[in-house]
C-alpha cells in the first residue's frame, strides 16, 4: 500500500518528537523501543508515554501490545523519516552556513524542526547542494523517504585494521568535543592496533588504541562506541 507523503503540519509536536525518537532508537540499534526507553530519551514520567503511544496507536503510527516492543507503521515511519529530515538538514546548515560547531546543532534543530515549512526545508535542501549525510554523518533521508545508510561498525567492536570514520554519534555533547580535539572527524582514517589497559587520560581498562592524522590516540571506552567507521585498506597481518 503506498503511503501519502506525509504533511507534518498534520501532527503535534509532541507527536513529531515521539514518532521520531522511535525510529531513531532503531537506525543504530536491534534494541527493542519500549515505554521505558522512550521515558528515558524523552524525559517524561512512564505513565506520560503510556498514554501518548495508545493515542498514537489509536491513530494508526504505532504497533504495541502491553509490555511489548513499540513499533512504528508505515504512516508512521513515513513522518519519522520526514521529521528525521528535517532535523539532519537543519543541523547541516547551522554548521555549514551558520558556523555552528557539531556539538550544539542538535538542540537548536529540535525547536525549528517542528516550525519550519517544507518550502524552508526544500530550500535548505538545495542550498546545500542535496546532502546526503549530516554534520555527524547520519544520512539524511530523501524527500520520498530514503535513506542511504552506510555499513557502519562502532570502533568499539572492530578489529585491527585501518577504518574510515563514517559517523559520530551525538548524543553526547562532550564525546564530540573529545572527537574534534583529537581530530577525529567525518572521513579521518582510522588504524586500530589494540585493546589494551587503562592509558592516562582514559576513564575505563578498555581502551581502544588507534593512530589518527599521525597521532596515537588511546580512546574511552565511550569515544570508541560512538565513533562508527567503514573499512578501509585492511593492515597487512
Same mark, same amino acid.
Given at each position: 500500500?503506498?503511503?501519502?507523503?506525509?504533511?507534518?503540519?498534520?501532527?503535534?509536536?509532541?507527536?513529531?518528537?515521539?514518532?521520531?525518537?522511535?525510529? #531513531?532508537?532503531?537506525?543504530?540499534?536491534?534494541?527493542?523501543?519500549? #515505554?521505558?526507553?522512550?521515558?528515558?530519551?524523552?524525559?517524561?514520567?512512564?505513565? #506520560?508515554?503510556?498514554?501518548?503511544?495508545?493515542?498514537?496507536?489509536?491513530?494508526?503510527?504505532? %504497533?504495541?501490545?502491553?509490555?511489548?516492543?513499540? %513499533?512504528?507503521?508505515? =504512516?508512521?515511519?513515513?513522518? =519519522?523519516?520526514?521529521?528525521?529530515?528535517?532535523?539532519?538538514?537543519?543541523?547541516?546548515?547551522?554548521?555549514? %552556513?551558520?558556523?555552528?560547531?557539531?556539538?550544539?546543532?542538535?538542540?537548536?534543530?529540535?525547536?525549528?524542526?517542528?516550525?519550519?515549512?517544507?518550502?524552508?526545508?526544500?530550500?535548505?535542501?538545495?542550498?546545500?547542494?542535496?546532502?546526503?549525510?549530516?554534520?555527524?554523518?547520519?544520512?539524511?533521508?530523501?524527500?520520498?523517504?530514503?535513506?542511504?545508510?552506510?555499513?557502519?561498525?562502532?570502533?568499539?567492536?572492530?578489529?585491527?585494521?585501518?577504518?574510515?570514520? =563514517? /559517523?559520530?554519534?551525538?548524543?553526547?555533547?562532550?564525546?564530540?568535543?573529545?572527537?574534534?580535539?583529537?581530530?577525529?572527524?567525518?572521513?579521518?582514517?582510522?588504524?586500530?592496533? %589494540?585493546?589494551?589497559?587503562?592509558?592516562?587520560?582514559? #576513564?575505563?581498562?578498555?581502551?581502544?588504541?588507534?593512530?589518527?592524522?599521525?597521532?596515537?590516540?588511546?580512546?574511552?571506552?565511550?569515544?570508541?562506541?560512538?565513533?562508527?567507521?567503514?573499512?578501509? /585498506?585492511?593492515?597487512?597481518?
Amino acid at each position: 500500500m503506498r503511503v501519502p507523503r506525509p504533511d507534518p503540519a498534520d501532527l503535534t509536536a509532541v507527536t513529531q518528537d515521539y514518532l521520531k525518537v522511535i525510529w #531513531t532508537a532503531r537506525e543504530w540499534s536491534d534494541d527493542p523501543v519500549t #515505554t521505558k526507553m522512550l521515558a528515558e530519551r524523552l524525559g517524561v514520567g512512564a505513565p #506520560t508515554v503510556s498514554e501518548t503511544v495508545r493515542r498514537l496507536r489509536d491513530q494508526g503510527l504505532v %504497533e504495541h501490545a502491553p509490555y511489548g516492543r513499540i %513499533e512504528l507503521t508505515a =504512516a508512521g515511519r513515513a513522518h =519519522a523519516v520526514a521529521m528525521v529530515r528535517r532535523h539532519r538538514l537543519i543541523e547541516t546548515f547551522l554548521v555549514q %552556513e551558520l558556523g555552528y560547531g557539531w556539538d550544539e546543532v542538535h538542540d537548536e534543530a529540535e525547536v525549528l524542526e517542528h516550525a519550519a515549512s517544507d518550502l524552508m526545508i526544500e530550500r535548505i535542501d538545495a542550498r546545500l547542494g542535496r546532502p546526503t549525510r549530516d554534520p555527524h554523518g547520519d544520512p539524511i533521508p530523501t524527500a520520498d523517504g530514503q535513506v542511504p545508510s552506510p555499513p557502519a561498525r562502532p570502533l568499539a567492536e572492530v578489529g585491527p585494521g585501518e577504518w574510515v570514520v =563514517a /559517523r559520530v554519534s551525538d548524543a553526547d555533547p562532550e564525546v564530540l568535543r573529545f572527537c574534534a580535539a583529537a581530530g577525529i572527524g567525518l572521513d579521518a582514517r582510522a588504524v586500530v592496533l %589494540e585493546r589494551g589497559p587503562n592509558q592516562p587520560g582514559t #576513564t575505563t581498562s578498555d581502551a581502544v588504541h588507534v593512530v589518527i592524522a599521525g597521532h596515537a590516540l588511546a580512546l574511552p571506552a565511550a569515544v570508541a562506541a560512538a565513533v562508527w567507521a567503514v573499512p578501509g /585498506r585492511r593492515s597487512s597481518p
